[in-house]
């Protein structure tokens, strides 16, 4: 079992033509405070979003709690909160 509350391996989402999020991989461990930081189209909003399951991605896996986000199916978790 995992010891990371969110997991990202290689995610990765466009939006057509345009990749918003390359290979994006990273852990946040339980009471870590994170700052999502870049200039304005940097995909900052996408990242957060595609977490949540707001909007689908394309390739990869996101694991919040050893709980898989599917790409396809979106779902709201309410387990991210401390």
């Given amino acids: 079992m995992s010891t990371h509350m969110i997991e990202i391996k290689n995610?990765?989402?466009w939006y057509g033509e345009v990749n918003i999020l390359k290979n994006c991989t990273t852990?946040?461990?339980?009471?870590?405070?994170v700052v999502v930081c870049g200039p304005s189209g940097s995909g900052?909003?996408?990242?957060?979003?595609?977490i949540n399951a707001l909007v689908p991605?394309?390739?990869?896996?996101?694991?919040?709690?050893?709980?898989?986000v599917h790409s396809k199916k979106p779902i709201y978790p309410n387990c991210v909160a401390t």
């Fill in 44 to 50: 900052k909003s996408t990242l957060i979003k595609t």
């Fill in 11 to 13: 995610v990765s989402n």
């Fill in 27 to 33: 852990n946040i461990n339980k009471g870590e405070v």
């Fill in 57 to 68: 991605f394309q390739k990869g896996e996101i694991w919040i709690n050893g709980i898989p």
